[in-house]
């Protein structure tokens, strides 16, 4: 009996023990989940921007700019148009230029866009390089190309010069920056003369007439980094010899001429031993020029190798006799 007495206490014993065991670990997970849904040791969530319209706006964006030219190459110093569109609204636009043979990008302008977002305005082409648009946050629009055609500026050049005188041909290419040019003089004795600008664009060349006649010069300039190449306006030059004349008329009025029709007060040209009836001929005399034909022949006195009619004398100012300049 007290066998089974003892039996009985310690399992009892071993019972309870067990159970205290299994209650512990079930009333500390029932009292932190008590503890977690206690108002006073919950964590608040963060805020959400989303009801914010400050916080869900996009930063600007350059949808688009465009370089609006007729033609490919635009001369320099030229004006060409930039426009574009800031798709969200920016109140400034910053028109940005990057020359060709550089990484950086300078500012060229600011411009205000209109309350849908576009923008336009005209920039001055001086060389090969990109440009493009930047918002007042800082967005940036895909660069767009500008190319640029060189410019050539001539100085003046003397039109009529004696046969064997110098005549200085000088000139500057835009924009500035060593390259080759050619000097082309057509006509009856022409010739191509090659020079290099300084590095401020400037040339200069000089080249002699070695006969009478009428020259055309005209300056190319060869392309750089900066710009393409260019070519200048033509420039006739006329080479001139002097030559005694005289002038006749009254007494002949009425009479017929050697190359057809007939002599009166009003009638404009020269008379010649040998040049061909109708051939052009330039006469220039103290500062005054006068391209007239021929239509006649003469005069037939020694030393004389022109007979002007007296419409033409009186076109050049011309006296009784003396010298004039001519191109044939």
Known sequence: MNSKRTFRSISVVCLLALASLVAVPLASSQASAADSDSPTTAKPEPETNSGNKAGSKAPARISRVRVVSKTKRV?????????????????????????????????????????????????RARRNGQVKAVSSVGTASRPQKIRVRSRISLKRVRKFTPVGSRVLIRGAVSPAGKRRVKVVI???????????????????????????GSYRVRVFASRNGDAASDSSRRIRVTGLRQVHASYYGPGLYGGALAC???????????????LPCGSKITLRYQGRTVTTRVIDRGPYIAGR????????????????????????
């Open 305 to 328: 190798e022109l007979d002007l009619t007296e419409a033409t004398r009186n076109d050049l100012g011309f006296g009784d006799i003396g010298s004039v300049w001519t191109s044939r």
């Open 260 to 274: 057809g029709g007939r002599l009166y007060p009003g009638t404009r040209g020269v008379a010649h031993k040998t």
């Open 75 to 123: 001369r320099h110093g030229s004006r060409v148009k930039v426009r574009g569109v800031v798709e969200r609204r920016s109140k400034r636009v910053g028109i940005l230029f990057r020359p060709r043979s550089s990484k950086r990008w300078y500012r060229l302008k600011k411009v205000e866009t209109d309350k849908a977002g576009r923008y336009a305005t005209s920039v």
């Open 186 to 212: 057509g006509g009856s004795s022409g010739k191509v003369i090659r020079t290099r600008t300084t590095s401020k664009g400037g040339f200069k060349v000089s080249w002699r007439p070695d006969r009478t």
